[in-house]
């Protein structure tokens, strides 16, 4: 058995190592597959106060992704230092980027740019996820620049929807549990947050993303395998025979990426779902 797993571990592609871009004052690290000419792009948006190389390791997303194919780049955040708390302007939110005004948006279509002209990588249509403050500008990237994104996934948190609108099309998954203290599940201002911003409600950002659509076909099931505390209830929204929205509300779900090195003890941690293999899962079906 041992030299069979040997063997299958010998035959699977072997991700390359992170390689970090320089790009002006920012940069961003990515992750290529074996072949990365032609890969689709997946951005990956590191938490307020994170990096890509901690979100790389935490969300352990680097790994898992490269395996499937895709290529995955870690942009930065901004902050009085390079590597000190970093942030997103998600409009909103957070810290030293929205407060500077900092234009996000342009640099995440530079780093799109940049990955296509230097790794090869699809550029024409690209995946986006994020955490928490990573989320609300996954999210936000997607609703203004719907034909260059193919899916967004959030996880732990909710774009502006009080001043954003999706301007198109984009299917997206949604994973945020009811006891987030940091971005309540509900809205308003988290407990355990580190702005003052009154957050939206998730059911406002899946709203959102689903008005483009028109009318769709809602069911839903419920996911309790562990005894953690916590169970998934899984809606899926269909248009046309396919899922163009997926929400995942993790019950008893605290903040953390579902899976990473973070959520794998304490309360409020689920064991029941793992994100990674959520949003690749979501992601390949959207080619």
């Known amino acids: 058995m041992r030299k069979l797993a040997l063997l299958i571990a010998l035959l699977l592609p072997v991700p390359a190592a992170a390689e970090t871009v320089r790009l002006g004052d920012r940069f961003y690290e990515i992750a290529l597959p074996a072949n990365p000419k032609g890969a689709p792009l997946i951005l990956a948006l590191h938490g307020g106060g994170g990096d890509p190389d901690q979100f790389a390791r935490s969300s352990g997303l680097a790994v898992a992704a490269t395996r499937a194919g895709f290529a995955v780049a870690f942009p930065a955040g901004s902050g009085r230092g390079r590597d000190k708390l970093l942030t997103w302007n998600g409009g909103y939110c957070c810290g030293y980027a929205a407060r500077k005004d900092v234009d996000d948006i342009g640099f995440l279509k530079q780093v799109i740019r940049d990955a296509a002209a230097r790794f090869g990588t699809n550029g024409t249509g690209i995946y986006i996820t994020g955490m928490s403050n990573g989320s609300i500008l996954a999210e936000t990237f997607a609703a203004k620049n719907p034909g260059l994104v193919r899916a967004v996934a959030g996880i732990s948190g909710t774009m502006d929807t009080g001043h954003i609108r999706v301007r198109g099309k984009v299917p997206a998954l949604i994973i945020h549990g009811t006891a987030d203290e940091n971005v309540p599940y509900d809205g308003g201002p988290g407990e355990n947050s580190h702005t003052r911003t009154d957050f939206a409600s998730v059911a406002s950002v899946v709203q959102d993303f689903l008005a483009p659509w028109g009318s769709v076909r809602e069911s839903s099931q419920v996911i309790d395998r562990k005894d953690d505390g916590t169970s998934v209830i899984v809606t899926d ?9 997926r929400l995942m509300t993790v019950e008893g779900g605290a903040h953390h990426w579902p899976g990473g090195r973070k959520a ?14 959520e949003l690749l899962r979501f992601f390949k079906a959207i080619p």
């Open 237 to 245: 929204y269909q248009k046309g025979g396919r899922v163009v929205l």
């Open 264 to 277: 794998r003890m304490g309360e409020g941690k689920t064991q029941e779902i793992d994100a990674n293999t």
